[in-house]
């Protein structure tokens, strides 16, 4: 399910005007949703093996979401085992040749800020940053 450019990190109340649109930064909600759906409408509390993943831009959601996917489910789940996978993700963290910041880490910058997404991240990772 791909609905979100934050990654599903995002967490702002209100909508933010573009051109008289608004445009909602919820995406953690959003995961929250579908986490809530897979367990309770589609069985996934049964579930012993579960696989994240996720191709190009799904690739960072997988790597940003699986410790946090895993220990949500772990309570429906104990027994299971859980695997994340990013599949075919490029986004360098790295300076550009002139040592300037790429635009890679600028638009992550500006996209942790403005989506309110501190909470939506790994702890150990926030702190490693």
Request: neutral net charge; contains cysteine.
């Amino acid at each position: 399910m791909y609905c979100d450019g934050s990654s599903w990190t995002s967490d702002v109340d209100h909508p933010v005007i573009v051109r008289n649109r608004p445009i909602y930064y919820r995406g953690h909600r959003l995961l929250e949703a579908l986490i809530h759906n897979l367990v309770h409408v589609e069985g996934l509390k049964n579930a012993t093996n579960v696989l994240y993943s996720g191709c190009s831009a799904g690739g960072l959601t997988a790597l940003l979401h699986i410790d946090y996917i895993a220990s949500r489910l772990s309570v429906f789940s104990p027994n299971a085992t859980f695997l994340g996978l990013s599949d075919g993700m490029f986004s360098l963290d790295r300076n550009q040749f002139n040592t300037r910041p790429g635009l890679f880490q600028r638009i992550a910058k500006w996209g942790y800020s403005a989506w309110n997404s501190s909470s939506s991240i790994n702890e150990a990772c926030r702190e490693s940053h």
